[in-house]
Structures are given as structure tokens and as C-alpha cells.
């Protein structure tokens, strides 16, 4: 079946947690649409779909070249009907209308735009636009009542919105540290996330807080959080305390989706670094507003696990959400086990396998060990 030398038929397995893939995405334009697509589906609570389009966007991104033409892709896994006709229109005409249609439709923007706000979930974003709320300045004028997350999502809109740098990330990070030492000496700080996978930008920073001796992590979180708040760090922050209990709250329970350890979602107020690009002049996309605010906005997401969970807190904040979504279903219906950022559960032995790292966690899944830069999926 071959058409020459150029001619490449792909070949990858079917969940995303045994593959590899690289940030050096060779079908951006293909994943782009397919996940505006997913996107789309979410926003209208089909979550369903929205998973379907992601996982046939995720195949795309670990092919090793671009797709030209469909033929290439037959036997492919996760690749349905609705996404192989999208692919097929744009290879073939440049773009699909239906993506197209989509990205300027009035909702889809609308959408966007409301759930773009810190707060902002799919459900209230559709109350509001069928409010007749479809943008911020109805938001800010109209005011149906805001929770005090929302609240600051509204006031710190475009810099919430403007991705994070590495640069920024390692900053926090500096930070982040200065307040763990302080205040539990011998507690080490992680950075997880997008950012542990390499990627240069994100819309949030990530840290996962552990301490060797079991239990001396205990309460960490709103100690850090008033070390934070007395040095004028915080614009916003939700604690939330550690509620997990093994057995009660294990992995074979139908709770175990949701993370119960201690955390803080937050909002830093992080002084802008004078010194970086002092060479060159701030940009039309940068207002006279933002040229003169001495700081910025950034989200940063704290998480504190006991040294037992570590590895499978590391593992679980680190993402992409897909390969997570793709771990745990690889780990119920291929080996009967339930995963969560807290234990592996084997329900045929009926027992918890414990790991001290993340290869010993994929080595009880029998997976080949995948490094974070290589879960982008
Ligand atoms: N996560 C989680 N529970 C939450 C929020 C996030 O377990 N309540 C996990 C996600 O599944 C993901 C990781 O934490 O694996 C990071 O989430 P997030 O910051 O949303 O995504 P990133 O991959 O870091 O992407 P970005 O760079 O845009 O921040
Ligand atoms: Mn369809
Ligand atoms: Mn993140
Ligand atoms: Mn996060």
C-alpha cells in the first residue's frame, strides 16, 4: 500500500499513557481544530464528546510527522468518525467549516470569554449568557452576585489571562520556597504541572509540598499562607484542609476522583522583574496601564501530600489532564486497579501497592515508564 518514498503510515497504541509525546507537536494544525472542538463540547456539557475529540487530538500529537493525507491514519486508534471528517476537510480544503463556524459563533465566544474568569465554571457561564450576560463589561455592570473567587477573577482579568513564563514560574518558585523553609524547615518544594513537563508557558504555576517525616506536613498550608499574606503576596487564596482517609476515602471508592489533600488555590501578586527585557521597549499589547503596574497577577496552585503519597501526588499534578484521564482508565480496565493522586488500589488482590516514585507506580501498572516531558499528551 505504499505510495512512494514520502508515503508514511502511522502505527501508535491506544491509550495515551503508552506513548510518548514530546511537546514538538508536528500536527498543530489538525490538534488546534480538534481541540477548539473539544473545547466547544465541554463548554456545552458534553463532556463526552469533548473527551473523544481530545483523544483523537492527542494521537495527532504523538505522530512523528505531519499527516497529509487521511489514508495514512487508517487503523489508528480513538480516531472516529465526526474527527477523521474534520481532519479529512482541512487536509483537504485548507479548513473545516464546522470548526470555523464554531470559533466565530456568538455563544462559543461568549463561552470563552466568561469561563476565561478565575471562578468560572461551564454551569455559570451558561446562566449568564442566557441572562443576556455575554461579555465582562455586562458582567461588571449588570452584577449578579460574584463569590469572592470570581470576584478576583474579574479584577485581575488580563493578567490571569496573559500565560505565565518560565522566568515568572521560577520566580514564584523562589518565593514559594522562601515561605516552606521558613516556616517547616526541611520541607522540599516541587515544581509539577505543565511546567514539570517542560512547557514554557502556563496559566498557572503548580508546586506539590511534601517533608521526609510523615506527618510534620500537617497544617503546612495555612502556615504558608500567613508567612505569604504577611509579606503582601496574596491578591486572593482558598485553603482547603487535607480530608483523605485510606479506606474510607481509598482509591476503590467512588469518592477518590476528587484530590482531598491540603490545598491552596491562589492568586500572587508577583513584582514585575525591571531587569528583564530593560533593553527593549514594552510592546503595543502592553498598555500604559500594564507598562506602570509594578507587579502582575499570577495563579499558583499549592498542594501538600504526605511523604507515603508523594509519588502519586507527583504523578497526578503533573499531568497533561489527558494523560491522567488516560492512567486511570488504563489502570481500571486493563488491570483492575483505581488510581488516584493519593494510592494505587489493586482490586483483585484486594490490597494498595505502595511506590516511593513515579517508575515504581507505572511498573505496577505495567506501563514503560514515561518521563514528565514525554506527557504532554
Ligand atoms: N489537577 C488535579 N486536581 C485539580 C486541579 C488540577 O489533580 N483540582 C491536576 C491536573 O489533572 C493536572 C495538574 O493538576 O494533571 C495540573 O493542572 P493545571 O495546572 O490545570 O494544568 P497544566 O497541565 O499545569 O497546564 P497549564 O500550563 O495551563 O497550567
Ligand atoms: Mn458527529
Ligand atoms: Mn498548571
Ligand atoms: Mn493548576
Redesign the pocket.
Given at each position: 500500500q505504499r505510495r512512494g518514498a514520502e508515503f508514511v503510515m502511522f502505527s501508535v497504541p491506544s491509550y495515551a499513557c503508552q506513548r510518548r509525546t514530546s511537546l514538538d507537536n508536528r500536527n498543530a494544525v489538525l490538534t488546534d481544530a480538534l481541540s477548539l472542538l473539544a473545547d466547544n463540547a465541554e463548554l456545552s456539557g458534553d463532556e463526552g464528546r469533548g473527551v473523544a475529540f481530545r483523544r483523537a487530538a492527542a494521537v495527532l500529537k504523538a505522530l512523528p510527522k505531519p499527516v497529509t493525507d487521511t489514508t495514512q491514519l487508517r487503523g489508528l486508534p480513538c480516531l472516529g468518525e465526526h474527527s477523521l471528517r474534520v481532519i479529512k476537510d482541512i487536509l483537504e480544503d485548507g479548513a473545516s467549516d464546522e470548526v470555523e463556524s464554531t470559533r466565530r459563533s456568538e455563544r462559543y465566544k461568549a463561552l470563552k470569554v466568561l469561563t476565561g474568569v478565575f471562578g468560572v465554571g461551564v454551569k455559570t457561564a451558561d446562566r449568564w449568557i442566557r441572562e443576556g450576560i455575554r461579555d465582562l463589561q455586562r458582567l461588571r455592570d449588570s452584577g449578579p452576585a460574584l463569590n469572592r473567587a470570581q470576584q478576583a477573577g474579574l479584577q485581575h482579568y488580563d493578567d490571569l489571562n496573559q500565560?505565565?513564563t518560565r522566568a515568572e514560574a521560577d520566580a514564584i518558585a523562589e518565593i514559594v520556597e522562601r515561605a516552606v523553609a521558613s516556616v517547616l524547615p526541611g520541607a522540599q518544594t516541587t515544581l509539577?504541572?505543565?511546567?514539570?513537563?517542560g512547557?514554557l508557558?502556563?496559566?498557572?504555576?503548580?508546586f506539590l509540598i511534601t517533608h521526609p517525616e510523615e506527618g510534620r506536613e500537617e497544617g503546612l498550608v495555612p502556615k504558608v499562607v500567613s508567612w505569604l499574606e504577611s509579606e503582601g503576596v496574596l491578591l486572593y487564596q482558598k485553603t482547603a484542609r487535607n480530608s483523605y482517609l485510606e479506606g474510607r476515602d481509598g482509591p476503590g471508592r467512588p469518592s477518590s476522583s476528587?484530590?482531598r489533600f491540603e490545598?491552596c488555590?491562589s492568586i500572587f501578586k508577583l513584582p514585575r522583574e525591571e531587569k528583564r527585557g530593560a533593553g527593549q521597549t514594552h510592546g503595543a499589547a502592553c498598555g500604559p496601564e500594564a507598562g506602570h503596574k509594578p507587579w502582575r497577577a499570577v495563579?499558583v496552585?499549592l498542594?501538600v501530600s504526605p511523604v507515603s503519597q508523594f509519588a502519586f501526588a507527583l504523578l497526578?499534578?503533573?499531568?497533561?489532564?489527558l494523560?491522567?484521564?488516560e492512567l486511570r482508565r488504563w489502570a481500571r480496565h486493563e488491570k483492575a486497579m483505581s488510581l488516584s493522586?493519593h494510592a494505587l488500589y489493586d482490586n483483585k488482590q484486594r490490597r494498595y501497592l505502595r511506590a516511593a516514585s513515579e517508575e515504581e507506580i507505572f511498573a505496577h501498572l505495567g506501563l514503560e515508564f514515561i518521563p514528565p516531558s514525554e506527557r504532554n499528551a
Open positions: 500565560p505565565v509539577t504541572g505543565g511546567f514539570r513537563r512547557k508557558t502556563g496559566h498557572d504555576v503548580d476528587m484530590d490545598t488555590f495563579r496552585d498542594v497526578g499534578w503533573t499531568g497533561s489532564k494523560f491522567e484521564r493522586s
